[in-house]
């Protein structure tokens, strides 16, 4: 029975079989069907097997044709998703406007078909793949569907009959069994070579998985059933066994059965180990033992066993987890599919299946339960895999559609746990990576950390589960059920710990690190995206009143594992010296969601804060970061190699600073503002390791720190302080104000394009969190703050982008150096910002100085930190500051501007910052017993004027101070470290908050200990912590201490007043008005003290401090009335002399390099306006050729290379310096003005057939088919495609020194951008691009004799002459016989003009090697050289003047090789086309033989052809008046061609009647010199040949119906002349140097005519010339044009057609433009970027446009590769004689391809912001730039883009 059905037709087959299922009984049916199939799908045939596969198809459509069920089932479609899944690479579209999720997106059927005007949308290239979201409103909102997933489709279908998918429900499930049994079948139990073999099952099964995903494709109603047949259970169980009689399906099921063992995170013998000692969630979480675990025997030995568990007990959340660790069991088809999925490492097929059901809501839900179900089984197998950058994109393609629907993410957040499956499998994961943390206390030291060198952190391995977990957070009600969630907290926290302190560094002290590790990669990405990302998706719900409970035990979370953390790592109260980890992670979380609660919720801060201890425990990491941050970068860990560097700039680099440095200073400010002042101060110097350099003494030891580090780190710690008290980004600024300052920071630094001005600002990770990039807020802020600089073209190639650039407002109110350096990665950007602060002031004439940074108004503190302007109210910081005044006022060493300047700034934000509290009193005389103290209270405005008579210091015996009396009593200094016996037990006591400061260090040590001992009473013991004893200990240093007292007698403000008077250089130099006048006082104006230097900075805060208080302004009037001259320091010793006069000395040296250098640059300027003049040919240069001692004398030429000047002689030629190439820009002018469009729709096309390049094809191919070769190749011109081109900069140089030049550029190993091989090399004075030197012609100047007074001779004569010096043997002024430098070079130039072009641009002759063939080359490379310049001038020569460049032109030097070249060839007197043109001849064709061809007719030539070919074949110089005589003759040649041409257009009645009106006046005197007679002539002679003209009416009853009038005809004979007098003026203009009179276009004929000498001289010039009149016969006009015309009416007779084509020949070309382009760029990328090469019929991975000619090619495509060049370069040779402009599609950029080199030109099309997009990476809408494309369309016209794109490189032919 069997048998029979599988031998039978499969569509009866088919058929028969739905009938018997159908019917009521169908068991028979049934029966069949499953026999048919276990025969079918028997695992013992081959798994891909197509006949199998093709019953399947049958039997599903049930005996119709498969594609006719596919359109069936389709029209009973109704999903209303549109669900298409794609895979990397492919083009989607983003839009932020229309998204509810970041994850979004659209294909771009659905994005063009939608309406997304106005929108912030994106287009990008897939990454990892993903699907359309498009009909979903879960993800994105419904205004952004697209017309078809709008209208709710499932709405309007049918319902589906029954019978239709009756054998579907039955078959199906016995296919996806079977595929199943395939996987089974093919898995091996791991081992090394198992990769390859899975590849090769999954190949086989390839054809069924894409049966399968053809299914899904029918649309809902086929999903519907597939949905059915995965998740039932039933038949699962049925199937899934096994049968027993099959031994293959048992042997299978074993197989998936021992594969299920290891699919649970912990093993069976796991469990066991663990059960009875901790039950816990994370039992495995330790170091002890695991199979995955490759450190645990190392970790045992260093008692892991105690590090595990300590670990484990403190993350224990919950007890049920064992889920999570277990083994899985599979209910249905979709979870073991989804098994083997994941066991086979996500094929992209099962992948692709998988997805393009997710349209099927309920499959959607079954799907995510199943995906979350195999969560840690997917992770597993991730940390196992070698592929894990494919498999993590695989993994992110799925959970991104499952996880970016609320819904559903709350669904399975709910019912399948899936916050602890995440958190369970992330802490799971992490584990492998611990290792024993080595900061502080190496020995006691519990804390375990990632090692960031593992492969799981160094490949991102965790990348997909982290990625997953964001997304969930982003949902308001799963991030809330994770904050609700205390044990999942707990294990979050004991997640990130494992972060805290990892990737420690080590300060190298003796030798450099022999390996740079590169681990901070690792770690920096880690904790961006492990901890902060998370951090910053919980931060978003934070964000209301109430939500305040989160916050709060969030806050206590943080806390108790900071606590946790500072217990393991046995921290008290020092941080170990010389190391640094910069990943804190516990301390950020805690600062942000710290100043989330204050800033959002209206939390009080102190109710959130720990006790002092541990907020000063909290404190010391931050501030370790901050120092060795000033370390880094005064090269102190320079032996830790250029990584620690790297780490620096990382830190606080914009993608990571708001989530890194921002938080610790905030942290900082928060401890700050809570913690005694005195003992933060003092913490920060010593931290910073500058105690000791804080004295008052000229000279001290530093334990601690090389002489040449104490100057960066006191700038570092007192930059810091300004930072620590002046930032208010988490301290009371909107964040408007954040991100305008943001703006402004980065806006200062250079100017910025809108997407580096994005990329610069730090967003907040998290997509969800307000302030989007692009989004309204940052436009507007963007406008307010910056002007756009639209986008330019440097005129020396390179390309600017549209650019934003601070308003002046902006640099004169808020420009915030503070902001600056906080935010610079590289150091020169500060310098960079405030030299265009400078540069500001200098334009707008506020302050022409170098001025010192601006100090800024801050915004106000929040009340919750107004504690911390006590930093600026105490004395250690006035003491401090007192000292280094006086420091820098006596010049001791390591001072320097910057520190003065960051030293005002902090007296200054004092200032501004006085306590509210002290209300400002005038304080009494200060008793007599208060004066061995600094200051007597802590309120700076009244420490300012407390003046200091006495300190006592500690220096070395050495030191200049110990000669000195010492007073009674004093203060003590900064730095002493211990208090002299002298001071009697009473002093010490009174003094105990003031002198007390003799020692920062034992200060700090004071307070800590208070703080610490407070409930024990001890408050005023000073005991040091013993951890740190020896540190510190002063007295080890070698040279004796010695107790000095210094007399100084000084305050703070008599010392500001003493720094003025030493930068002004002035004595008495402050004294302003309001010193004496109260007036003048009340009138104060502070804003004229905003800009300008240390100077105006001093005055500023003098002021301030007068107006804040009477005191100070009484002690400011009483220093400047006594004011004596700045005591000079007591000693100078020698060796500071020496010092300063070497600074004199330096100072007179810099201004003197100065000075010489402005110069240099002055005369190079002059030098280069003179000289380099090379970026576009209009640029005129007009050179005097009128003075009249050029005349005679010889010229003289200046040789480049060894700078002597002399005339160009036979044996030493001088030549220029040009560039040859050939160019095929005249080929591609076509007859209309309109440039050509380039197609973006199947129906628009371009051709190619009416470029004048094809058109002189056709032309030559037609002349070379009737006429004799050598006569046709007389006839026309070719070089309009691949001509050669010659241009040069005007340079010339001995040609021997040339060739010496090129020996020394050969041997010069130096990379260049050029091959001297191929003879190129570079203008050695203006290094412009050349690859040939042309001979200079020896010889007097151009002749400029003024003929035309003197001329008596008559044409007649003339003629004679010219035919006679045409017969004239090749007498060439420089002999050929003897050979001369001068003739081999010019021989040589001549090689290489041919060398320039292919051979196929010269080679149009019949006959191989014919000479006529190089004569026809020779005056060709004239005729495009001519032709091209005239292009140069606009087409015609209305401009006039001198050439495009006079300077720059050859053409005089080039026609003399021409001619030198061409005389060497002798025309055959026989065929002289001069004796045909001048002769009457009547028997001249009757001589030839019958089978030779004729000649061309004269009226078939060419003019301007015969004008080249006679001016190159005269003997040179030519003479002026045979020059006019060859144009009178050639003038009437065109001119008889113009009326022939237009008798042609004409209809029949208006020939007859020109014809006959003009035969009258034939006898009138000047008959000869009307065209009404001429006309009617030619006409009379045409007709002769009946057919010529019947051939003609037929061709032009289509093109005219216009009538002629005499008008429309002068006109159009003056049109049809232009062309040959424009050549002909240019020519004469080259030859005998005339001037090119400028005209209105309407005069050009006739101005050009006079010029010529054609306009006979009684004639005057006027508008309404009659172009007849210049005519002028040797020989009788109607004799000649007959015996003309009689050639054409010869060949008529048999080629009636072909003569009326050949006559009618119109020398009007077009400009050349490059294709017109559409407005968009998405017009061309959606029409091209997937659009098939017509050559290979694939899709190029790299498809290029030609914009030549539009072209579609493949760029680099080896499917397109001839004899081993690809077609880029192929074409560019075809299409642009190897110039090629090509725009590649996928990247929107143009590349030049010219000869063997390419460059990347740049990009026509921009964005909104006038910036280019390579490589499309933003996907942002692009707009065509007019002006760049102007830009190029001119370079490619004028050959320029040699000169002036720079970065050019060799393709090797592979583009």
Same mark, same amino acid.
């Given at each position: 029975?069997?048998?029979?059905?599988?031998?039978?037709?499969?569509?009866?087959?088919?058929?028969?079989?739905?009938?018997?299922?159908?019917?009521?009984?169908?068991?028979?049916?049934?029966?069949?069907?499953?026999?048919?199939?276990?025969?079918?799908?028997?695992?013992?045939?081959?798994?891909?097997?197509?006949?199998?596969?093709?019953?399947?198809?049958?039997?599903?459509?049930?005996?119709?044709?498969?594609?006719?069920?596919?359109?069936?089932?389709?029209?009973?479609?109704?999903?209303?998703?549109?669900?298409?899944?794609?895979?990397?690479?492919?083009?989607?579209?983003?839009?932020?406007?229309?998204?509810?999720?970041?994850?979004?997106?659209?294909?771009?059927?659905?994005?063009?078909?939608?309406?997304?005007?106005?929108?912030?949308?994106?287009?990008?290239?897939?990454?990892?793949?993903?699907?359309?979201?498009?009909?979903?409103?879960?993800?994105?909102?419904?205004?952004?569907?697209?017309?078809?997933?709008?209208?709710?489709?499932?709405?309007?279908?049918?319902?589906?009959?029954?019978?239709?998918?009756?054998?579907?429900?039955?078959?199906?499930?016995?296919?996806?069994?079977?595929?199943?049994?395939?996987?089974?079948?093919?898995?091996?139990?791991?081992?090394?070579?198992?990769?390859?073999?899975?590849?090769?099952?999954?190949?086989?099964?390839?054809?069924q998985i894409s049966f399968l995903e053809e299914l899904t494709k029918m649309g809902g109603a086929m999903r519907t059933v597939l949905t059915k047949v995965l998740t039932n259970q039933q038949t699962y169980s049925e199937l899934s066994v096994g049968q027993e009689e099959n031994l293959n399906s048992t042997k299978n099921y074993e197989k998936y059965l021992s594969a299920l063992k290891s699919s649970g995170l912990a093993s069976a013998e796991d469990k066991t180990i663990h059960e009875p000692s901790a039950p816990s969630a994370l039992c495995s979480l330790g170091a002890t033992a695991n199979e995955d675990q490759l450190e645990s025997s190392k970790e045992e030995d260093q008692d892991g066993s105690r590090v595990g568990k300590r670990k484990r007990v403190k993350l224990s959340g919950s007890t049920k987890d064992l889920t999570i660790m277990g083994v899985l069991k599979h209910k249905c088809f979709l979870e073991e599919l989804l098994f083997w999925t994941i066991k086979y490492e996500f094929p992209q097929k099962m992948?692709?299946?998988?997805?393009?059901?997710?349209?099927?809501?309920?499959?959607?839900?079954?799907?995510?339960?199943?995906?979350?179900?195999?969560?840690?089984?997917?992770?597993?197998?991730?940390?196992?895999?070698?592929?894990?950058?494919?498999?993590?994109?695989?993994?992110?393609?799925?959970?991104?559609?499952?996880?970016?629907?609320?819904?559903?993410?709350?669904?399975?957040?709910?019912?399948?746990?899936?916050?602890?499956?995440?958190?369970?499998?992330?802490?799971?994961?992490?584990?492998?990576?611990?290792?024993?943390?080595?900061?502080?206390?190496?020995?006691?030291?519990?804390?375990?950390?990632?090692?960031?060198?593992?492969?799981?952190?160094?490949?991102?391995?965790?990348?997909?589960?982290?990625?997953?977990?964001?997304?969930?957070?982003?949902?308001?009600?799963?991030?809330?059920?994770?904050?609700?969630?205390?044990?999942?907290?707990?294990?979050?926290?004991?997640?990130?710990?494992?972060?805290?302190?990892?990737?420690?560094?080590?300060?190298?002290?003796?030798?450099?690190?022999?390996?740079?590790?590169?681990?901070?990669?690792?770690?920096?990405?880690?904790?961006?995206?492990?901890?902060?990302?998370?951090?910053?998706?919980?931060?978003?719900?934070?964000?209301?009143?109430?939500?305040?409970?989160?916050?709060?035990?969030?806050?206590?979370?943080?806390?108790?594992?900071?606590?946790?953390?500072?217990?393991?790592?046995?921290?008290?109260?020092?941080?170990?010296?010389?190391?640094?980890?910069?990943?804190?992670?516990?301390?950020?979380?805690?600062?942000?969601?710290?100043?989330?609660?204050?800033?959002?919720?209206?939390?009080?801060?102190?109710?959130?804060?720990?006790?002092?201890?541990?907020?000063?425990?909290?404190m010391v990491h931050p501030l370790q970061i901050q120092a060795s941050l000033s370390e880094i970068h005064s090269n102190m860990w320079v032996r830790n190699g250029l990584q620690i560097k790297g780490q620096a700039m990382t830190y606080v680099q914009s993608h990571f600073c708001n989530s890194m440095i921002d938080p610790d200073i905030y942290l900082l400010q928060v401890c700050a503002s809570r913690l005694d002042p005195d003992y933060f101060i003092s913490s920060v110097f010593e931290r910073f390791k500058v105690v000791d350099l804080l004295t008052m003494a000229s000279q001290h030891q530093n334990s601690l720190l090389d002489t040449e580090h104490e100057r960066p780190m006191l700038e570092g710690a007192l930059t810091f302080l300004v930072i620590l008290l002046s930032l208010r980004i988490h301290l009371g600024m909107t964040d408007d104000e954040i991100l305008r300052s943001e703006m402004v920071s980065q806006l200062c630094m250079n100017d910025r394009t809108h997407s580096s001005l994005l990329d610069l600002i730090?967003?907040?990770?998290?997509?969800?969190?307000?302030?989007?990039?692009?989004?309204?807020?940052?436009?507007?802020?963007?406008?307010?703050?910056?002007?756009?600089?639209?986008?330019?073209?440097?005129?020396?190639?390179?390309?600017?982008?549209?650019?934003?650039?601070?308003?002046?407002?902006?640099?004169?109110?808020?420009?915030?150096?503070?902001?600056?350096?906080?935010?610079?990665?590289?150091?020169?950007?500060?310098?960079?910002?405030?030299?265009?602060?400078?540069?500001?002031?200098?334009?707008?004439?506020?302050?022409?100085?170098?001025?010192?940074?601006?100090?800024?108004?801050?915004?106000?503190?929040?009340?919750?930190?107004?504690?911390?302007?006590?930093?600026?109210?105490?004395?250690?910081?006035?003491?401090?500051?007192?000292?280094?005044?006086?420091?820098?006022?006596?010049?001791?060493?390591?001072?320097?501007?910057?520190?003065?300047?960051?030293?005002?700034?902090?007296?200054?934000?004092?200032?501004?910052?006085?306590?509210?509290?002290?209300?400002?009193?005038?304080?009494?005389?200060?008793?007599?017993?208060?004066?061995?103290?600094?200051?007597?209270?802590?309120?700076?405005?009244?420490?300012?004027?407390?003046?200091?008579?006495?300190?006592?210091?500690?220096?070395?015996?050495?030191?200049?101070?110990?000669?000195?009396?010492?007073?009674?009593?004093?203060?003590?200094?900064?730095?002493?470290?211990?208090?002299?016996?002298?001071?009697?037990?009473?002093?010490?006591?009174?003094?105990?908050?003031?002198?007390?400061?003799?020692?920062?260090?034992?200060?700090?040590?004071?307070?800590?200990?208070?703080?610490?001992?407070?409930?024990?009473?001890?408050?005023?013991?000073?005991?040091?912590?013993?951890?740190?004893?020896?540190?510190?200990?002063?007295?080890?240093?070698?040279?004796?201490?010695?107790?000095?007292i210094l007399e100084v007698r000084e305050s703070i403000l008599s010392l500001l007043i003493k720094l003025h008077h030493k930068l002004s250089a002035k004595q008495n130099s402050f004294y302003p008005p309001w010193l004496e006048s109260l007036e003048a006082f009340g009138r104060l104006d502070l804003a004229k003290y905003a800009h300008g230097d240390g100077i105006t900075a001093i005055e500023r805060i003098l002021t301030k401090a007068a107006f804040r208080s009477r005191q100070n302004k009484r002690s400011i009037q009483e220093i400047c009335r006594k004011i004596s001259p700045p005591v000079p320091p007591k000693k100078t010793s020698p060796a500071d002399k020496k010092v300063m006069d070497k600074e004199e000395r330096r100072q007179k040296a810099r201004e003197r390099q100065q000075k010489l250098l402005a110069e240099f640059a002055s005369r190079q300027k002059s030098f280069m306006e003179t000289a380099m003049d090379v970026e576009s040919p209009e640029a005129d240069i007009a050179m005097d050729l009128g003075s009249?001692?050029?005349?005679?004398?010889?010229?003289?030429?200046?040789?480049?290379?060894?700078?002597?000047?002399?005339?160009?002689?036979?044996?030493?030629?001088?030549?220029?310096?040009?560039?040859?190439?050939?160019?095929?820009?005249?080929?591609?002018?076509?007859?209309?003005?309109?440039?050509?469009?380039?197609?973006?729709?199947?129906?628009?096309?371009?051709?190619?057939?009416?470029?004048?390049?094809?058109?002189?094809?056709?032309?030559?191919?037609?002349?070379?088919?009737?006429?004799?070769?050598?006569?046709?190749?007389?006839?026309?011109?070719?070089?309009?495609?691949?001509?050669?081109?010659?241009?040069?900069?005007?340079?010339?140089?001995?040609?021997?020194?040339?060739?010496?030049?090129?020996?020394?550029?050969?041997?010069?190993?130096?990379?260049?951008?050029?091959?001297?091989?191929?003879?190129?090399?570079?203008?050695?004075?203006?290094?412009?691009?050349?690859?040939?030197?042309?001979?200079?012609?020896?010889?007097?100047?151009?002749?400029?004799?003024?003929?035309?007074?003197?001329?008596?001779?008559?044409?007649?004569?003339?003629?004679?002459?010219?035919?006679?010096? +045409?017969?004239?043997?090749?007498? &060439?002024?420089? $002999?050929?016989? *003897?050979?001369? @430098?001068?003739?081999?070079? /010019?021989? =040589? #130039?001549?090689?290489?003009?041919?060398?320039?072009? +292919?051979?196929?641009?010269?080679? &149009?002759?019949? $006959?191989?090697? *014919?000479?006529? @063939?190089?004569?026809?080359? /020779?005056? =060709? #490379?004239?005729?495009?050289?001519?032709?091209?310049?005239?292009?140069?001038?606009?087409?015609?020569?209305?401009?006039?003047?001198?050439?495009?460049?006079?300077?720059?032109?050859?053409?005089?030097?080039?026609?003399?090789?021409?001619?030198?070249?061409?005389?060497?060839?002798?025309?055959?007197?026989?065929?002289?086309?001069?004796?045909?043109?001048?002769?009457?001849?009547?028997?001249?064709?009757?001589?030839?033989?019958?089978?030779?061809?004729?000649?061309?007719?004269?009226?078939?030539?060419?003019?301007?052809?015969?004008?080249?070919?006679?001016?190159?074949?005269?003997?040179?110089?030519?003479?002026?008046?045979?020059?006019?005589?060859?144009?009178?003759?050639?003038?009437?040649?065109?001119?008889?061609?113009?009326?022939?041409?237009?008798?042609?257009?004409?209809?029949?009645?208006?020939?007859?009647?020109?014809?006959?009106?003009?035969?009258?006046?034939?006898?009138?005197?000047?008959?000869?010199?009307?065209?009404?007679?001429?006309?009617?002539?030619?006409?009379?002679?045409?007709?002769?040949?009946?057919?010529?003209?019947?051939?003609?009416?037929?061709?032009?009853?289509?093109?005219?119906?216009?009538?002629?009038?005499?008008?429309?005809?002068?006109?159009?004979?003056?049109?049809?002349?232009?062309?040959?007098?424009?050549?002909?003026?240019?020519?004469?203009?080259?030859?005998?140097?005339?001037?090119?009179?400028?005209?209105?276009?309407?005069?050009?004929?006739?101005?050009?005519?006079?010029?010529?000498?054609?306009?006979?001289?009684?004639?005057?010039?006027?508008?309404?010339?009659?172009?007849?009149?210049?005519?002028?016969?040797?020989?009788?006009?109607?004799?000649?044009?007959?015996?003309?015309?009689?050639?054409?009416?010869?060949?008529?007779?048999?080629?009636?057609?072909?003569?009326?084509?050949?006559?009618?020949?119109?020398?009007?070309?077009?400009?050349?433009?490059?294709?017109?382009?559409?407005?968009?760029?998405?017009?061309?990328?959606?029409?091209?970027?997937?659009?098939?090469?017509?050559?290979?019929?694939?899709?190029?991975?790299?498809?290029?446009?030609?914009?030549?000619?539009?072209?579609?090619?493949?760029?680099?495509?080896?499917?397109?590769?001839?004899?081993?060049?690809?077609?880029?370069?192929?074409?560019?040779?075809?299409?642009?004689?190897?110039?090629?402009?090509?725009?590649?599609?996928?990247?929107?950029?143009?590349?030049?391809?010219?000869?063997?080199?390419?460059?990347?030109?740049?990009?026509?099309?921009?964005?909104?912001?006038?910036?280019?997009?390579?490589?499309?990476?933003?996907?942002?809408?692009?707009?065509?730039?007019?002006?760049?494309?102007?830009?190029?369309?001119?370079?490619?016209?004028?050959?320029?883009?040699?000169?002036?794109?720079?970065?050019?490189?060799?393709?090797?032919?592979?583009?």
């Open positions: 029975m069997m048998a029979s059905l599988l031998r039978r037709d499969k569509k009866s087959t088919a058929a028969h079989l739905k009938a018997e299922l159908n019917r009521p009984d169908n068991s028979a049916g049934l029966r069949q069907l499953q026999e048919l199939l276990d025969c079918l799908l028997n695992l013992e045939r081959p798994a891909g097997d197509s006949e199998a596969l093709e019953w399947c198809r049958c039997l599903l459509a049930g005996g119709d044709g498969f594609e006719e069920f596919c359109k069936t089932v389709r029209s009973y479609d109704n999903a209303t998703l549109c669900g298409l899944v794609w895979t990397a690479n492919f083009v989607a579209y983003r839009c932020r406007t229309c998204g509810i999720s970041p994850c979004m997106s659209l294909c771009a059927e659905c994005f063009n078909n939608g309406d997304h005007t106005g929108h912030d949308f994106n287009m990008f290239r897939s990454q990892a793949g993903g699907a359309c979201d498009c009909g979903d409103s879960n993800v994105m909102r419904e205004s952004g569907f697209c017309k078809r997933h709008r209208s709710k489709t499932g709405a309007n279908v049918p319902l589906v009959p029954k019978e239709l998918l009756t054998m579907s429900e039955m078959i199906l499930p016995r296919f996806i069994i079977s595929i199943i049994q395939y996987l089974r079948d093919g898995y091996m139990e791991p081992d090394p070579l198992s990769d390859r073999d899975l590849q090769k099952v999954l190949q086989q099964l390839e054809p992948v692709t299946f998988l997805l393009n059901m997710l349209p099927d809501q309920e499959y959607k839900i079954a799907f995510t339960k199943t995906f979350v179900q195999h969560y840690a089984f997917i992770m597993k197998t991730l940390m196992k895999s070698h592929e894990s950058d494919t498999m993590s994109n695989r993994i992110v393609h799925i959970s991104v559609q499952l996880f970016s629907n609320e819904e559903l993410a709350r669904h399975v957040t709910e019912e399948c746990r899936l916050l602890e499956i995440m958190v369970t499998v992330l802490l799971y994961m992490m584990e492998g990576c611990l290792i024993k943390s080595d900061i502080q206390d190496e020995d006691n030291n519990h804390h375990v950390v990632v090692n960031c060198g593992e492969a799981l952190l160094k490949n991102n391995t965790y990348w997909p589960l982290v990625s997953d977990f964001i997304n969930i957070l982003s949902h308001q009600s799963v991030a809330k059920k994770f904050l609700e969630n205390h044990s999942l907290l707990m294990s979050w926290m004991g997640f990130v710990s494992s972060f805290q302190g990892m990737n420690l560094n080590k300060r190298e002290l003796n030798e450099h690190v022999e390996f740079e590790s590169q681990t901070y990669y690792a770690a920096f990405a880690a904790e961006l995206e492990a901890c902060a990302q998370p951090m910053w998706g919980l931060l978003t719900h934070c964000k209301v009143k109430e939500t305040q409970e989160y916050t709060k035990t969030m806050l206590r979370f943080c806390l108790e594992a900071l606590q946790m953390w500072f217990d393991a790592i046995s921290f008290v109260d020092e941080p170990t010296a010389n190391q640094v980890t910069f990943h804190l992670p516990l301390h950020r979380y805690y600062a942000m969601f710290l100043s989330k609660a204050v800033k959002c919720q209206g939390l009080d801060l102190d109710s959130l804060l720990p006790d002092q201890e541990v907020l000063m425990k909290i730090p967003e907040n990770p998290n997509p969800k969190s307000g302030i989007v990039p692009g989004s309204y807020s940052f436009e507007t802020m963007l406008s307010a703050v910056a002007d756009f600089k639209a986008p330019v073209f440097e005129p020396g190639g390179s390309m600017q982008q549209g650019m934003y650039t601070p308003k002046a407002e902006v640099w004169e109110r808020e420009f915030d150096p503070i902001m600056v350096i906080l935010r610079t990665v590289y150091r020169r950007d500060v310098q960079s910002a405030m030299d265009r602060y400078t540069a500001f002031l200098k334009q707008s004439g506020k302050f022409s100085g170098s001025p010192w940074p601006p100090y800024k108004e801050r915004t106000p503190l929040h009340t919750c930190y107004r504690g911390l302007t006590r930093l600026l109210h105490c004395k250690t910081l006035h003491i401090v500051l007192f000292t280094l005044l006086y420091k820098i006022s006596m010049d001791h060493v390591n001072m320097s501007e910057h520190i003065l300047c960051m030293v005002l700034y902090l007296i200054e934000l004092g200032l501004d910052n006085a306590p509210q509290d002290e209300l400002e009193e005038e304080e009494p005389n200060i008793d007599e017993n208060c004066h061995d103290s600094w200051f007597p209270g802590t309120n700076l405005i009244s420490n300012l004027h407390h003046v200091i008579n006495y300190v006592r210091v500690r220096v070395p015996e050495t030191a200049p101070e110990v000669k000195k009396e010492t007073p009674a009593s004093t203060s003590t200094d900064a730095s002493t470290f211990a208090q002299t016996s002298r001071c009697s037990a009473s002093l010490r006591r009174e003094n105990s908050g003031t002198a007390q400061i003799f020692s920062l260090v034992a200060e700090r040590r004071r307070k800590f200990q208070e703080i610490i001992n407070r409930s024990s009473g001890e408050a005023n013991q000073a005991v040091r912590p013993k951890s740190s004893s020896t540190k510190w200990n002063p007295l080890s240093s070698t040279p004796q201490l010695t107790t000095v009249s001692e050029q005349q005679n004398a010889e010229i003289l030429y200046d040789c480049v290379i060894c700078g002597q000047s002399g005339p160009s002689t036979e044996d030493r030629p001088a030549g220029l310096v040009v560039l040859l190439q050939a160019s095929s820009v005249l080929g591609h002018r076509c007859k209309s003005s309109e440039p050509k469009k380039l197609p973006t729709s199947d129906e628009e096309h371009i051709y190619p057939e009416d470029t004048c390049g094809a058109a002189s094809d056709v032309r030559l191919t037609m002349l070379q088919r009737f006429f004799k070769d050598s006569s046709c190749l007389q006839s026309i011109s070719i070089g309009w495609e691949g001509g050669v081109y010659v241009q040069t900069c005007g340079h010339t140089l001995h040609i021997d020194c040339h060739k010496s030049y090129m020996e020394s550029l050969r041997n010069d190993q130096v990379l260049q951008g050029f091959s001297v091989d191929k003879g190129e090399f570079t203008c050695p004075l203006c290094r412009q691009f050349a690859n040939s030197v042309l001979p200079c012609h020896p010889g007097k100047g151009v002749a400029r004799v003024p003929w035309q007074g003197q001329n008596n001779k008559s044409l007649v004569t003339l003629v004679k002459e010219v035919e006679e010096f +045409q017969e004239q043997p090749g007498s &060439y002024p420089v $002999s050929i016989t *003897s050979e001369t @430098n001068l003739s081999k070079e /010019m021989e =040589s #130039v001549i090689k290489d003009i041919k060398n320039t072009t +292919q051979k196929k641009y010269m080679d &149009y002759s019949k $006959s191989f090697g *014919s000479p006529d @063939n190089d004569f026809l080359f /020779m005056y =060709s #490379v004239a005729r495009t050289n001519l032709e091209l310049e005239l292009v140069h001038r606009g087409g015609d020569l209305c401009c006039g003047g001198a050439s495009a460049a006079a300077k720059r032109s050859c053409m005089n030097h080039l026609f003399h090789v021409l001619a030198m070249h061409m005389r060497l060839y002798s025309i055959d007197s026989a065929y002289n086309p001069w004796t045909r043109l001048t002769q009457l001849k009547w028997n001249r064709d009757l001589q030839r033989s019958e089978d030779e061809r004729p000649e061309v007719p004269i009226l078939f030539r060419d003019v301007p052809s015969l004008l080249l070919i006679f001016v190159l074949t005269m003997p040179q110089p030519l003479h002026k008046e045979h020059f006019t005589c060859i144009v009178k003759v050639l003038y009437t040649v065109q001119y008889i061609q113009a009326i022939a041409s237009l008798s042609v257009k004409f209809s029949a009645e208006e020939r007859i009647a020109w014809e006959t009106s003009g035969a009258l006046k034939k006898l009138a005197s000047s008959s000869e010199k009307s065209w009404e007679v001429l006309l009617s002539h030619v006409i009379s002679e045409l007709w002769k040949c009946k057919c010529f003209y019947e051939v003609a009416n037929n061709e032009t009853s289509v093109i005219s119906s216009c009538i002629w009038s005499p008008q429309s005809i002068e006109y159009a004979l003056q049109q049809y002349c232009l062309p040959f007098l424009r050549i002909t003026s240019l020519l004469q203009h080259h030859l005998f140097g005339d001037d090119l009179p400028s005209c209105l276009p309407e005069d050009e004929f006739s101005v050009l005519a006079n010029c010529l000498g054609l306009l006979p001289s009684n004639l005057q010039l006027s508008n309404q010339l009659n172009s007849a009149y210049c005519l002028e016969w040797s020989v009788s006009a109607f004799e000649i044009i007959s015996q003309w015309c009689s050639e054409v009416r010869a060949f008529s007779e048999a080629n009636a057609e072909h003569a009326v084509g050949l006559l009618v020949n119109n020398p009007h070309w077009s400009a050349p433009h490059l294709l017109l382009l559409p407005e968009n760029y998405n017009t061309i990328f959606q029409y091209y970027h997937r659009k098939p090469c017509t050559v290979c019929n694939k899709v190029p991975k790299d498809p290029a446009l030609c914009l030549v000619c539009g072209t579609f090619v493949c760029l680099k495509g080896l499917c397109c590769k001839q004899q081993s060049y690809c077609e880029c370069v192929l074409h560019s040779q075809h299409c642009g004689a190897a110039t090629g402009i090509f725009l590649l599609i996928n990247a929107s950029v143009i590349i030049i391809i010219r000869g063997y080199r390419f460059c990347l030109w740049g990009s026509v099309y921009l964005d909104a912001h006038g910036e280019e997009d390579r490589d499309l990476r933003r996907g942002k809408p692009l707009y065509l730039c007019k002006e760049r494309y102007k830009v190029l369309e001119q370079q490619w016209v004028s050959h320029t883009f040699d000169h002036i794109s720079k970065r050019w490189g060799p393709h090797y032919n592979g583009l």
